[in-house]
């Protein structure tokens, strides 16, 4: 996401320090499953686990609303396109980590299944190659001079 974003405010600031503080606390709930995915307390803790990446995923698709909203903090060079397939790609999460939050209860494999799905999609959805336009402007560029 930040390889899109030219610049920053206070509100960006915020959201994404709250998103920070958000991440400091994944270790707790990974601890709660690595301790009880045998026990017959399984699902909660899986939902505890998945109830944390739901938060999570809310306050980054805030922060990407907060800098791709009209433009406001992204580079010029960033199309509609990648902007309305990025907002798709990460409102997913909120839905699909309920799921896996609702399911803990009955399947705590398939609740960890769900949110290993996601960390790979959003992996490779989110992986960027430098796009052909930038390498034509610095071409053009290059050709000026």
């Not at 991440?23 to 803790?45: D, K």
């Not at 990407?64 to 580079?75: I, N, S, T, V």
Request: proline share 5%.
């Amino acid at each position: 996401m930040f390889k899109l974003i030219n610049k920053s405010d206070t509100l960006f600031m915020f959201a994404n320090g709250f998103l920070l503080l958000l991440v400091t606390t994944v270790p707790f709930p990974t601890q709660l499953v690595a301790t009880y995915l045998t026990t017959p307390v399984a699902g909660v803790a899986c939902a505890i686990y998945a109830g944390l990446f739901m938060i999570i995923n809310l306050a980054y698709n805030l922060l990407w609303w907060l800098a791709a909203h009209q433009y406001r903090l992204l580079k010029d060079h960033v199309s509609p396109v990648l902007i309305k397939t990025r907002s798709r790609n990460y409102l997913l999460g909120v839905p699909s980590y309920l799921l896996a939050l609702v399911l803990a209860f009955w399947n705590p494999a398939v609740s960890m299944g769900i949110c290993s799905v996601l960390w790979l999609f959003w992996a490779f959805t989110n992986y960027e190659r430098k796009p052909a336009r930038v390498v034509h402007q610095k071409h053009v560029h290059e050709q000026i001079r």
